[in-house]
């Protein structure tokens, strides 16, 4: 049998339990909650969507500002100039700003924004190293 779904992503009949407390993604075929024993919910709820596939951010059609091409609901990207959309700016604004919050001082493994930091700290006058070893006296 031919699978249809990609690998890796949920059925769109796997279920997702219904308790707040629980939330855990259960197989089509199950009749409860593999982590908490929960009954499975009616037919009533939609399917589940694959979380790969992104936020779903629903726009509607734009005039670029910049060009004043007419572009169709869901292009996030000007047609003609590729200028982004208000929508798409203020989501890669607040993308940055996430980000941001996550980068440290330095740029990577042993890359010092400012050279006076290995004056920061001397240990010559320390008797033992950074690894808690005596260190040999100097004569």
Not at 16 to 31: A, D, E, G, I, M
Not at 37 to 63: N, T
């Amino acid at each position: 049998m031919m699978c249809l779904f990609k690998p890796n992503t949920y059925d769109p009949k796997d279920w997702q339990c219904p308790k707040p407390s629980c939330r855990t993604v259960n197989f089509k075929k199950r009749l409860t909650c593999v982590s908490c024993g929960a009954r499975k919910p009616d037919g009533s709820q939609r399917p589940l969507e694959d979380w790969r596939d992104g936020e779903k951010h629903v726009q509607g059609p734009w005039d670029c500002p910049d060009c004043r091409t007419k572009n169709e609901a869901g292009a996030y990207y000007c047609a003609q100039c590729k200028r982004p959309s208000d929508d798409m700016a203020k989501m890669l604004e607040e993308e940055k700003k996430m980000r941001s919050m996550d980068e440290g001082r330095g740029g990577g493994l042993f890359d010092r924004q400012d050279p006076n930091d290995k004056k920061d700290w001397d240990s010559d006058g320390e008797e033992f190293d950074e690894f808690g070893r005596r260190k040999k006296k100097k004569g």
